[in-house]
């Protein structure tokens, strides 16, 4: 216990030591937040980008605090369903034979950009007779734009930029060939186009023809800037692999660089312990597995046979248990084996295990301990080194997958910077917060450094 | 009488160089079978690997059968062919390619022949890969290669080596200064591999700032002029190589500092600086000489890991080396070129371990051969 205190006072005298630790703890935190907020299935359904998850995000767009950095202020997405949200009213007059609902949602459009596309998503009840919609913007000017009108099947979706009728409208309107978006956010006949701010009304009509006959419309608009992540090229929320990519990078690293330390050292002990062939054969094993090529192997296993998070890591760890620092920890053992209080418990018949697991492998922890968090860091980047080359995980949302997606996307070349930014900087985080706590430690542990 | 005794040391003298010799030789010539021993086994595993433990025969089977069915069908599509002959043919032609990559013997018996023909240097033919001048010889494919990796890793693990061993005995001198503080700072960013920075590098230098390339070795097309041309690829080499670089630059030179400061506070340092001997002696003689040992085996494994390329570097700037070879072989599960590469590196890492084994048997007075108890 007071041992504990005093490494404790120890690190706190390393600044690099606490804001390392402070780094490791905000990730769990970060952690433990995504697993709690988005169960595990959740986080999979999201990840695999089925449309009814996916429909009310646009594609490739940064995040919403990405208009304090830039000069235009980006239309930001929504998606309002009416009746249910507050500001889209609808209000229904039941008649005889049937009833007249009357939709309308008022939005402030006060952006330099036009949004990506405007959605209107119908479900309708009824039996036979299926009810008629109509719809219309009014603009700030008071102009009413007729949209579109048509009897709405059971679902159905209507999307603005792809009716031909709406062009042909808003040619008339404009007085030239315009695409949808502009023609309903511009100015009339603004040459060039000028954006009309000011508040816009969606108005829409459903007349329903049977007595239970019910019409749900959900209106959704694709900005240029979308939620606290922005969106992929699949329209999936970034969000989802934001949060999860940090439990699944601290369950690989962690597990990984504690796998690998610990059974090296326990490896080193039996053979250092026991010597004769037992010592060689492991020395042996070490040397075959120098001449192996990891990276190619790890390769190798993803292609051929499962990219599946476990057996990446269940090769990792086998194929870095027999490196270099089971020769270390075996040169320390040999050292540590002769010391008197080995042969004092040897005397008074203590069994090999418990000479291995009570005496030898204690004296390593000082030095097993620096060496595991930092090397953490390196494993964290293998996964997302694999998930770079397309190995990662199918199903798993990581954050080396996000920039997979966007590198093999052109994200650079297309200037999406924030879709490899936001992970590579939480990566970078991690391994800067892993590899300074480590550094930390291994400079009180290692009384060969301190002062150094 | 002195001329007598004389003889008789010279005698126990000889008698002991011989015995040294004896010795040394006993110790190398096992040091080889184990050496030989090691690459046998890591190779045969490797090509268990990537064989997937036959596996692949099945993947290249259904390969071919499809293919074979496609040639068919084209080669018969103008004049009609009863069923039976179109599935003799179709047999003869798999029968056919089978035996060109050799699927007709089992792969147990395989397995040695890859075995034996790697071990002897005999790469074989890619069994989907071409080079770019058209060959099949996995030798050719390599070394078409060769030239970009050993460029690239080359010229960035040279010149990181040399700068940080420098910067590093620099620093071990004057420890505790500002830019040794720095150094120690800085060093935690060595975590991160070097593709990491070069999406940082690309970001910044090609995307933003437009100055320099984002991938490639050479404009295409490449200038005609022989100057321009160097130009051009050394403004193609920068990013990838600064990746490189930069990536362990700072671990580096930490490392080696602490390395030189811990023999610098050996007693026979301190012994030299009470001895008034001036600062540059004692580092040539006092630090650089016992450390040498450490500086070459480094700088001879950093010389064959020229060889094997840096995968993923090369694969995020699209460098034509041959790291990124390798991944194509492995996702096109070109098996011989896997092997291939991997039996150049076993065997330069085996030559390089034989060559400072015996060299520092020889030089370094520590080392006792065999044990020294005569």
Known sequence: MKNIKNILREIARYPSAIFGAAIIFLLIALAIFAVTKIPYEEAIRLWRAGEETVYRNPKNVPPQWFNFFTKKDLPISFAVVAGEDEEFSKVVTQGETGSTIEYQYSFDFQYDDYPQELFLYIQADYQIKNPFISVVLETPDGEQIKVTDFGTAKKQTYRFSQDDKLITRLRRIHGRDIQVMQGLFSVPKSEPLQINKGVYTLKILASTFEKDSDVRIEFVSHGLVFGLFGTDHLRRDLTTAILWGAPIALFFGLVAAAGTSILSMLIAAIGAWFGGWLDELIQRITEVNLVLPFLSILIMVGTFYSRSIWVILGVTIVLSIFTGAIKTDRAIFLQVKESTYIEAAQAYGASNP????????????????????????????????LALLGLGDPTLPTWGK?????????????????????????LMITGLGFAMFGFALDRIFNPKLRGM | MTSDSNIEISKINKAARANTIKRLGGFMALRVVMLFVTIIVGIYITILIANMGGYVDTIMRNDIRERVNQQVSAMTASKP???????????????????????????????????KNALTLELGRAVHMVSDHGSRQVSNIILERLPATLLLMGTSQLFMFITSVFLALMLSRSYGSFWDKLVITLSPTSSAPPWFYGIFFILLFAAVLKIL?????????????????????????????????????????????????????????????AKGLPSRDIERRYILRPTLPTIVTNFALLVIGLFTGATITETVFLWPGLGRTIFRAVSLYDTPVIVGTTIIYAYLLAFTVFFLDFVYAIVDPRVKVGGGNN
């Open chain 1, 402 to 426: 996000v920039i997979n997606d966007a590198y093999a996307n052109g994200a650079l070349y297309r200037g999406q910077f924030y879709w490899i930014l936001e992970p590579a900087i939480l």
């Open chain 1, 354 to 385: 418990r000479i291995i697991v009570k005496y030898l492998v204690p004296r390593i922890i000082p030095l097993l301990i620096p060496g595991l968090v930092s090397a953490v860091p390196s494993y964290v980047f293998l996964e997302a080194s």
């Open chain 2, 81 to 115: 062919m009863s069923t039976e002959n179109r599935a003799q043919l179709v047999n003869q032609m798999i029968a056919l390619e089978e035996k060109r990559i050799g699927l007709d013997t089992p792969f147990a018996i395989r397995s040695f022949r890859y075995l």
């Open chain 2, 213 to 273: 390339p984002f991938s490639g070795m050479l404009s295409a097309p490449p200038p005609k002029d022989t100057g321009a041309y160097i130009l051009d690829l050394l403004k193609h080499l920068i990013l990838p190589a600064g990746s490189l670089v930069i990536a362990s630059f700072f671990i580096s030179v930490y490392n080696w500092r602490t390395f030189f400061l811990i023999y610098s506070s050996e007693d026979y340092v301190e012994m030299a600086k």
